[in-house]
Structures are given as structure tokens and as C-alpha cells.
């Protein structure tokens, strides 16, 4: 037994390299930025303040982002609604028989999906049936889970930049982690090209500060590309209201696979992410609809007619803002670039 738990010990603490990497490139980033950059060397106050009001700025909400991705505990299925299931399977032998039983218990349940071969979909861990969007892919089920290998592609051998399940409960903050950490690398590329050309030609005299510089530059660019691909990936998910695992394998209903099952329109999958009150969409708090234990189904819960309805209702002013959010955040990365 002890050599499994210093073994478990072990893998948890080397799950966090990953995080502590990153951590360290950021503090590194703010020494090189604020003390080698802004106070060393830049000459002109006015440009020195602007500098580090904007770099704060975003740095803020890229920390604050990151931090409750880490921290946001992945939302799992009810251990209530375990009592009767259990009960029943358990006491047959027969997958004939656990599948009738399973079936006459799911009739009750807002469930809707089913296994590749059309059957009722169980959890033998958690000894629930499994509610529509509930994966294993972490050490316990979780909702709307992302594929850490596709979330972590920015590291070698699938290490984890985050170290938690991506899930329900903290997708939203898991895009802006990435819209945020992309921003925050193209104000570090906007504002010290001018002074890494400068450095490069030889125009300012070889200082401490000209490594920092030097390199500053090349590893925000450098993020900048890869975080860049990762969060347009999943902008193209929000949008379609999918999983990266339902991206690869389309979900299956009764009536079969539909890989549009839960997409309610532009609108409404952006709005099940970020929310239907715009005001929250920028930050780090919770904001996404439902209760994260049950999803809508176009197919079950909304007709074409009920579904017109709803995205003329709220379709134009959600697409509107939507809209302008990200017309925001391409026209900063323009304008930085530009300057």
C-alpha cells in the first residue's frame, strides 16, 4: 500500500510542473517587462505609464482566469440518484436483463444519449446511468469534459497546462484563460518590438536589459502562435455547442449519431458558455446556463417552431454582442501589431 501511495504522491506533484512552468515564465515576463523594460529602459515617462497601466491590465485577468481554471472544481453526477439504479443492476447477471432494468430506470430520467450500440449508457464507478454529456475521462466523470490531450497540445507529451478536468464548471474560464493569455502576449510583442529592433541593430548600447528584451520578444511570440490556434479551436466548439470529444465522436440518440444534438443556434451554444447577460462575458465569473447536470437537446426539448422563437428572441442581440466582443479582440491584436 505504500509504495501505490508515495507512487499516486508522486505522479500529483509532478502534474503541477506544468503549472509551476508557466508561473515561472510569467513572473519572469513581469521582471523583464516592468524592471528591464519600463523602468531601464524607456526614457519617456508618458510612454512608461501607458506601458505598465495596459501590461497590468491584462496581466490582471489573465492570473485571474488561469487561477480559477485551476482551481474550479469540475462538476460530477448526483451520488443521490445512485440508490435505485444500483439496487436493480446489481442483482442480475445477465447484460440482457441489466440493459431492461437500466431502460425501465432511464424512462424517468432526462436522458437521451446512448452507447455506440444504442444502449443505455452506465457508470460502473460511479454506478449511475450516465446523464446525457457525462464522460470518464479524468479519475471520475465529469460533464462536458474536455480531452486534456487536445487542452495541453502546447506541451510535450500531453502534460497539462491547467492540472484539473476542463468540464461544465469552468469552461468559460478556460476560453478566456487562452482570449486572455493571447492578448496578454500581443501588448508583450506590440510594445517591445520598437526596443528589440533597437537592441537588435545596435541602436541602444549592450545593457543587462538587452537579453531580457531580446528574449522577452521571442517567447510571447512564440506563445502567441500556439495559444492562438488552441483558442481558435475552441472558439469553432462554443460556437457549435460541442465537446472537444463530441467534436471527434458525434453523440448518439435513440434515433442515432447527430453530431448537431445539442447545438441550439449561434446564439444560444454561445450563451450556454458565456452567458445571456453580456456584462459578465469578460470576466472569470460563473456565468453559463443550466444546472450542468441536465443539457438541452434540439431533437427532445425544442420543436423548430419553439426554436425559431427563441433564437428571434434573443438570437440578434446575443449575435450583436458576440460580435462586437470579438471584433474588440481582432482589433487589438491589429492595432498592436500596427503600432
Request: aromatic letters at 18%; glycine letters at 4%; a positive charge.
Amino acid at each position: 500500500m505504500a509504495p501505490s501511495h508515495a507512487l499516486r504522491c508522486c505522479k500529483r506533484a509532478l502534474n503541477w510542473i506544468p503549472v509551476l512552468f508557466i508561473n515561472l515564465v510569467v513572473g519572469w515576463s513581469y521582471y523583464a517587462y516592468v524592471v528591464e523594460l519600463c523602468v531601464y529602459t524607456i526614457p519617456n515617462n508618458a510612454e512608461r505609464i501607458s506601458y505598465l497601466v495596459i501590461f497590468h491590465i491584462f496581466l490582471t485577468m489573465f492570473i485571474w482566469s488561469y487561477w480559477k481554471t485551476i482551481w474550479s472544481k469540475p462538476a460530477g453526477p448526483s451520488k443521490a440518484r445512485a440508490g435505485s439504479e444500483k439496487e436493480l443492476y446489481e442483482r442480475e447477471e445477465r447484460a440482457e436483463t441489466q440493459q431492461e432494468i437500466l431502460k425501465k430506470v432511464a424512462r424517468n430520467l432526462p436522458v437521451y444519449t446512448r452507447t455506440a450500440g444504442r444502449a443505455i449508457r452506465y457508470c460502473d464507478n460511479c454506478q449511475v446511468i450516465k446523464p446525457d454529456r457525462l464522460f470518464s475521462k479524468c479519475t471520475h466523470c465529469i460533464f462536458k469534459i474536455h480531452h486534456s490531450k487536445v487542452l495541453s497540445h502546447v506541451f510535450p507529451k500531453g502534460a497539462d497546462m491547467v492540472n484539473n478536468c476542463v468540464g461544465f464548471s469552468n469552461y468559460k474560464y478556460f476560453v478566456l484563460f487562452l482570449a486572455y493569455a493571447s492578448l496578454y502576449c500581443v501588448v508583450i510583442c506590440a510594445t517591445v518590438i520598437q526596443y528589440f529592433i533597437k537592441f537588435w541593430t545596435k541602436q541602444l548600447p549592450d545593457t543587462h536589459a538587452k537579453f531580457h528584451i531580446l528574449f522577452l520578444f521571442f517567447v510571447a511570440a512564440l506563445f502567441f502562435i500556439s495559444i492562438l490556434s488552441l483558442l481558435g479551436y475552441h472558439l469553432w466548439l462554443v460556437g457549435k455547442n460541442r465537446t472537444t470529444i463530441e467534436a471527434f465522436r458525434a453523440p448518439v440518440f435513440a434515433n442515432g449519431p447527430d453530431k448537431n444534438g445539442f447545438s441550439l443556434g449561434f446564439s444560444r451554444n454561445v450563451a450556454e458558455v458565456f452567458g445571456d447577460q453580456a456584462k459578465y462575458w469578460f470576466f472569470p465569473v460563473f456565468s453559463s446556463l443550466g444546472d450542468g447536470h441536465s443539457f438541452v437537446t434540439r431533437l427532445v426539448h425544442i420543436d423548430p417552431e419553439q426554436a425559431n422563437s427563441v433564437l428571434q428572441q434573443n438570437g440578434k442581440r446575443q449575435v450583436f454582442l458576440f460580435g462586437v466582443f470579438f471584433l474588440f479582440f481582432f482589433y487589438l491584436l491589429t492595432f498592436s501589431f500596427v503600432y
